[in-house]
């Protein structure tokens, strides 16, 4: 069974304070892992894919890399608009299911 | 960009009704999903359809089922609405390579 567990469930930051966020996962053979971003309220909205162990994606203040057990997502230099709840998700080979982690809620403290 | 447009921000049912809850997709895509999230289980998946008039069952279907008619919408039922299926619901719809885009979610509350 695909599993995905992020950590840590909440991050407390400086403005200014880089970090990163972790998502291990286990799954059969991986077709594509995905990072998105949700705001209180609203759906989650699409941050990066990664397909391959070593790959790496940038994105203004965001960094994500791939290893073959878990991603990392990096953040350098937060500002306040970077705070909300960041979700992990694997896509498996033969399966149209994504399986998500429980997210981090992260917080960017002015 | 594609559109993922769920009809209802916010719902309140009484117990016991049928619930209908629309998601149109404008990307033509094939793949469509419902997901409920809830606090501490993350995102779960009820049903997910991948051509028009097919739908699979996901993770938690009980209580549920689906209707796909057209291409762009995917309905989600709830037969007979319980407390236990006060939840925001999402729908998805995927693309290639930007794996799924998400609607913006309704809030449903069951009393």
């Known amino acids: 069974e695909d599993q995905v567990t992020q950590s840590p469930e909440a991050l407390r930051l400086q403005e200014g304070e880089s970090s990163s966020l972790n998502c291990s996962y286990t799954?059969?053979?991986?077709?594509?892992l995905f990072w998105y971003r949700q705001d209180p309220g609203k759906g989650p909205e699409f941050l990066f894919t990664?397909?391959?162990a070593g790959e790496e994606k940038e994105k203004e203040r965001l960094q994500a890399t791939l290893t073959k057990k878990e991603s990392f997502l990096h953040i350098t230099a937060p500002k306040p608009e970077d705070s909300a709840t960041y979700l992990c998700a694997v896509h498996p080979f033969g399966n149209e299911k994504l399986t998500f982690g429980t997210g981090t809620r992260l917080t960017i403290i002015p | 960009d594609v559109k993922v447009t769920q009809s209802s921000r916010y719902l309140v049912k009484r117990t016991g009704e049928k619930v209908f809850l629309e998601c149109v997709q404008d990307?033509?895509?094939?793949?469509m999903f419902w997901y409920r999230q809830d606090p501490g289980l993350g995102l779960r998946l009820i049903y997910f359809s991948y051509d028009v008039k097919m739908k699979e069952k996901g993770d938690i279907p009980e209580g549920y089922s689906v209707s796909r008619e057209k291409k762009e919408r995917f309905s989600l039922i709830l037969e007979s609405a319980s407390t236990n299926q006060t939840s925001m619901y999402l729908c998805?719809?995927?693309?290639?390579?930007?794996?799924?885009?998400f609607g913006s979610g309704t809030r449903l509350t069951v009393v």
């Open positions: 799954v059969s053979g991986l077709r594509g």
């Open positions: 998805a719809s995927r693309g290639t390579v930007n794996g799924y885009t």
């Open positions: 990307m033509d895509h094939e793949n």
């Open positions: 990664l397909y391959s």
